[in-house]
């Protein structure tokens, strides 16, 4: 799920040797990072049913060993249509796994060891796509842009055989697939992600854009009328009913908006103001992107003694008073001593967001909805992240911002103000969300019935069921 998570941005920093070595133009340039992004969100949804009906470790194995031939082509690539093309390829491999790693995870462990599990899951999520850049950069100065891909494949060698042994090959409701549901998912997240991406080169009035997200949205609404009918539908519109499902999907699309389209112009800001490297500004911003490894994985232990409400709001606010922190001390002569403060408060936010969120998704859902909730998050948070680093881009070019150091703090600025914004907004969202003072016991796993909640206030005393 790292490698998955880590292949999101860690071609960023390869983007110029890529246009010497490939002879790449700038909209390839794009595709490379694109072509996996709009793979991987238009099919996370199917691999997420196509896992309930098949076996979650099944599906799970399948998007790995997918994941590992793109790799394995792309470092073989010698030009840009043939990395394009393994790259989306990655991605639909990378669809397979993200959202059933939180449910074969979620399934797998005991429920009074669950919050901690999946805190470290959530550190490690986020750890990858936070990292992607300091790795991408590091493989490059030390080696060639090829081993970015290279590096998968041990990984492969390793987890398939492990997930072979250690894994159980859970099964969701045993229905037949929504083939409609699928391709309506597909091509609305396909068209709406896509017209986000290119919406600041062509002009968000243009008409390919606006054909785009016109069809999107109508794709969108006929997928949830269908989802309505669907007597096995893809998504569950049942889910939206849970309160701590959809305030926690709203949450989510606003964390992945602020947190990675403010780091997007941070890192720039890094090497077109202070003149760091790639590598260097991605070290440099090692304080933000590494403390959710560390803070994920305790938030997941007291989530269920504090709750995770209390945790997911604190997070934002902390995330949100970094973003406005920055902002106002951001200039052409800002040391980067005083930026590391503000740098590790958005880093313990996202930690303390990462794993409780995961949780309260789960937390009163039944075992067998967990991997299609899960998928419904995964591609909420994916179009998130698309449309923050899009729409903080437009905020930076319409503030005729560019990338030279006296032309780029004063457009930065307001699109970081954005960010904060939308996480203080997150914030005000969360609050919400159901206590979750308690972990969720799973139900019988051929019930569709929410999952009882057992009461963690003493971990000696016998679990007590309880409502929330």
């Known amino acids: 799920m790292f490698m998955a998570t ?8 390869a983007l110029p040797v890529l246009h010497s070595e490939l002879g790449a133009s700038v909209e390839e340039l794009q595709w490379f990072v694109n072509a996996y992004t709009l793979a991987f969100a238009s099919t996370i949804l199917v691999a997420s049913a196509l896992g309930d009906r098949f076996g979650r470790r099944t599906v799970f194995l399948i998007g790995i060993a997918l994941f590992s031939v793109g790799s394995v082509a792309a470092a073989l690539s010698s030009d840009p249509t043939q990395l394009i093309t393994a790259r989306a390829i990655q991605g639909f491999g990378g669809a397979g796994v993200l959202p059933l790693s939180l449910a074969l995870l979620a399934g ?11 805190g470290i899951w959530g550190g490690v999520s986020g750890l990858g796509v936070a990292v992607g850049p300091l790795v991408g950069g590091a493989v490059i100065e030390g080696w060639n842009w090829q081993g970015i891909f290279w590096l998968n494949i041990p990984v492969a060698i390793i ?18 697939i929504d083939l409609i549901g699928a391709v309506l998912a597909a091509g609305s997240v396909l068209a709406l992600v896509h017209a986000i991406v290119r919406g600041n080169d062509d002009g968000w009035t243009s008409l390919g854009v606006v054909v785009e997200l016109i069809a999107g949205a109508a794709l969108l609404a006929a997928f949830l009328l269908w989802q309505r009918r669907s007597a096995a539908p893809i998504m569950p519109l049942r889910l939206f009913s849970d309160r701590s499902f959809s305030a926690t999907n709203v949450v989510g699309f606003a964390f992945s908006f602020g ?3 403010a780091v997007f112009i941070l890192i720039q800001y890094m090497q077109v103001v202070q003149g760091s490297s790639p590598l260097e500004a991605a070290v ?5 992107t590494l403390a959710p490894m560390f803070v994920a994985p305790l938030a997941g232990i007291f989530a269920p003694r504090v709750g995770t409400r209390i945790l997911m709001v604190a997070g934002l606010v902390l995330q949100g008073a970094a973003l406005l922190w920055i902002a106002l001390i951001m200039s052409e002569t800002t040391a980067y001593a005083s930026l590391v403060v503000p740098f590790i408060m958005a880093g313990v936010g996202m930690g303390l967001v990462f794993a409780p969120s995961a949780t309260a998704l789960l937390a009163t859902l039944g075992v067998v909805d967990h991997a299609k909730a899960s998928g419904v998050n995964s591609t909420v948070r994916e179009i998130g992240i698309a449309l923050g680093t899009a729409v903080m881009t ?7 911002g560019e990338l030279r150091p006296d032309m780029y703090v004063d457009a930065a600025r307001p699109a970081v103000l954005v960010g904060a914004a939308v996480l203080f ?12 003072r308690s972990t969720t016991t799973p139900p019988d796993a051929d019930a569709g019935e929410p999952a009882l909640l057992a009461s963690t206030t003493s971990p000696d005393a016998p679990a007590a069921l309880a409502s929330t």
């Open 6 to 13: 880590l292949d999101n941005l860690v071609m960023t920093n």
């Open 108 to 118: 797998g462990v005991a429920p009074e060891r669950r919050p901690l599990a999946i």
């Open 159 to 176: 987890a398939i055989p492990l997930a072979l042994f250690a894994l159980n090959n859970d099964f969701g409701a045993k229905a037949r």
């Open 259 to 261: 947190t990675f389209g």
């Open 284 to 288: 440099q911003t090692t304080p933000w």
């Open 394 to 400: 437009a905020v930076f070019v319409s503030a005729g």
């Open 425 to 436: 907004a997150a914030s005000i969202v969360g609050l919400s969300l159901p206590a979750g």
